[in-house]
Nanobody, 116 residues
Framework: QLQASGGGLVQAGGSLRLSCAAS????????MAWFRQAPGKEREFIAR???????YYADSVKGRFAISRDNAKYTVYLQMNSLKPEDTASYYC????????????WGQGTLVTVSS
């Protein structure tokens, strides 16, 4: 199970840090990712931190967002800086087990609203 938290209302230019807590001691074997979905839009990939430690970002957030993980705490984070109104969306964390080609576990989403 994945439990996302940390969303809220922030002014443009501000920062937020999202957290996603996972259950299970096999956390380190998962690639963890963040997605977001704005009203009326499709869900989009934001960032991922694979089980080997490599990170990848969507161009829209590169240089502003940073994904990290703490395997001891079974938690993945998304530090969001220089937020823009277009970052407003529900943010979801997801987990993909080693060798699988899809994200099998999803969090419930946490809402981020950026005011101009």
């Amino acid at each position: 199970q994945l439990q996302a938290s940390g969303g809220g209302l922030v002014q443009a230019g501000g920062s937020l840090r999202l957290s996603c807590a996972a259950s299970g001691r096999t956390f380190r074997r998962y690639t963890m990712a963040w997605f977001r979905q704005a009203p009326g839009k499709e869900r989009e990939f934001i960032a991922r931190h694979d089980w080997r430690g490599s990170t990848y970002y969507a161009d829209s957030v590169k240089g502003r967002f940073a994904i990290s993980r703490d395997n001891a705490k079974y938690t993945v984070y998304l530090q969001m800086n220089s937020l823009k109104p277009e970052d407003t969306a529900s943010y979801y964390c997801a987990a993909q087990y080693i060798g699988r080609n899809s994200y099998g576990y999803w969090g419930q989403g946490t809402l981020v609203t950026v005011s101009s």
